[in-house]
């Protein structure tokens, strides 16, 4: 069974920092690009940033140079470091990973950690 479980989300103060953590389980997960996308309240499901299996990285343009992405293939563990939070960013915040290869895909979903940010 597949899982994908965050944590880390909470309150922040605009110009705070979070990380976020998204454990995986039931995957090879060295072979998978991860991703965190976010949702806020009436808009849709958005790309925040991925990382592939050999380590390249990808940002949506509102978080280039505040988030970094990162992973951890020893523990299974994807990571987002959230940093110059502004109330923009409060969403859930979701873990994905992907795996394309000839004819098969697979596409998973964590359950979503909230974040917000305010005063």
């Known amino acids: 069974q597949v899982q994908l479980v965050e944590s880390g989300g909470g309150l922040v103060q605009p110009g705070g920092s979070l990380r976020l953590s998204c454990a995986a389980s039931g995957i090879t997960f060295s072979i998978y690009t991860m991703g965190w996308y976010r949702q806020a309240p009436g808009k849709q499901r958005e790309l925040v940033a991925t990382?592939?299996?050999?380590?390249?990285?990808n940002y949506a343009e509102p978080v280039k140079g505040r988030f970094t992405i990162s992973r951890d293939n020893a523990k299974n563990t994807v990571y987002l470091q959230m940093s110059s939070q502004t109330p923009e960013d409060t969403a859930v915040y979701y873990c994905?990973?992907?795996?394309?290869?000839?004819?098969?895909?697979?596409?998973?979903w964590g359950q979503g950690t909230q974040v917000t940010v305010s005063s």
């Open positions: 994905n990973a992907k795996f394309s290869g000839g004819r098969t895909w697979f596409n998973y």
């Open positions: 990382i592939t299996s050999d380590g390249s990285t």
